[in-house]
């Protein structure tokens, strides 16, 4: 329970302390080692009765010795005038710390930093997980993933950034960047089977859409993850194996996180421009509401990837269209679509294309290709879940075939 109210906590306490000090690194600091000292004292003293602001002040307290001990006298004496003067609007239970959390993920998500360095400074500043807990996420080194996380909290320092949320005129471009990590952090935890991972981005998402429920791409984004992690428990079987959708048993979905979802992106839809998270949701939507894959109105879903490949050029809208073309027009059609992905080249190194051919050849009958394919997709992913997922294939095919 503590840990879990540590967490919750984490971003709103540094918040607090980046909305006074504007200093990203020693903020991020002084708010570690409140919640080191608050996870080894309230087991045996008890959780404080108001435990935000607890940690407020033991982090702050922190940060102000640390600008005594190593600043120059003049700005001590600053600092120290301002603590002074604002000590009761740190303490303050009418500080708005939803509003806080969102201001440090738009900083986090700020346009100086690539995105890796935006998700992992997002999931350390506001999702709050450990520096050893993300690199074990993407398969890094803890000592690499640190040096990441401290370079990009640097950036946004030098950067200049104010703790605010964006102007008027800057929260489009922002906000795209924002939605974007969102969409990663999620996709990576669902990806790699860390549900910790995904319930964080459905949650900085659904704070997201408190603040702006009228702004349908943020409604679209929520609802896409909504739709995608209720097939989780259907996805894995007893021992951790992949299980394909065609293949899940659909009773084990979330069925109330699918009704939630279809509402939200169906009444964002018809509040003005579409966007693609929200075509994205409705394609989820179309699968989620299937009874089975034969059942799918693939046909709508093609057309929504049409309309989704029109607003830009990215190659995995591509390749999913090609999966619907498959799926409607057959597998040598979708294959033909490959061809065509292929000689692209922009997604030559990913194991998806190679496995979405080996899928279609079997589909056409090509026992034979198939295996071949699946094997090399296994070759081309690090992900131990779904090697073994293609190399079972390969293998059940080879057999069936034999």
């Avoid at 073309?325 to 065509?340: K, S």
Wanted: charged share 25%; hydrophobic share 50%.
């Amino acid at each position: 329970m503590i840990e879990t109210l540590l967490r919750d906590l984490a971003p709103q306490v540094l918040g607090a302390l980046m909305r006074r000090y504007r200093d990203f690194p020693a903020a991020e600091d002084a708010v570690q080692e409140a919640l080191l000292a608050a996870a080894q004292q309230w087991p045996e003293a008890g959780i404080p009765d108001n435990p935000r602001g607890w940690l407020i002040r033991a982090a702050s307290r922190r940060l102000t010795d640390e600008i005594r001990s190593h600043a120059a006298r003049r700005r001590r004496e600053d600092v120290i005038v301002m603590e002074s003067d604002t000590t009761t609007e740190l303490d303050a239970e009418g500080l708005v710390e939803s509003d806080d959390t969102l201001v440090l993920l738009f900083m986090c998500c700020h346009a100086s930093l690539t995105a890796p360095s935006a998700i992992a400074l997002t999931l350390r500043a506001v999702g709050g997980l450990t520096t050893a807990e993300i690199a074990a996420a993407f398969l890094v080194p803890e000592a690499t993933m640190a040096q990441r996380i401290s370079r990009a909290k640097a950036t946004v320092k030098a950067s200049g950034v104010a703790f605010a949320l964006p102007a008027k005129e800057e929260w489009g471009e922002r906000l795209r960047a924002v939605l974007h990590v969102l969409y990663l952090v999620f996709n990576e935890g669902y990806t790699a089977q860390r549900v910790d991972l995904a319930r964080e981005g459905i949650r900085l998402a659904r704070a997201m859409h408190a603040l702006r429920p009228d702004d349908g791409e943020i409604a679209g984004l929520l609802a896409l993850m909504l739709l995608t992690d209720a097939r989780r428990d259907a996805r894995t079987g007893d021992e951790g194996e992949l299980i394909a959708l065609d293949e899940q048993d659909r009773s084990r979905w979330d069925h109330a996180a699918i009704a939630l979802g279809t509402a939200l992106v169906h009444g964002a839809m018809q509040k003005g421009a579409i966007g693609p998270y929200q075509l994205q949701a409705a394609i989820a939507a179309l699968h989620d509401e299937a009874r089975s894959v034969d059942e799918t109105d693939w046909p709508q879903i093609l057309a929504l990837y049409t309309l989704l490949a029109r607003m830009g050029d990215n190659p995995v809208v591509t390749l999913n269209r090609a999966v619907a073309v498959a799926m409607v027009h057959g597998p040598r059609a979708g294959l033909a679509e490959l061809d065509a992905i292929d000689r692209d080249g922009r997604l030559a190194g990913s194991h998806r294309t190679v496995a979405i051919r080996a899928h279609l050849l079997e589909r056409a009958g090509d026992a034979a290709g198939a295996v071949v394919a699946y094997r090399r997709a296994a070759t081309m992913t690090e992900n131990a879940t779904e090697q073994r997922y293609l190399l079972a294939r390969a293998a059940r095919l080879a057999i069936d075939s034999v």
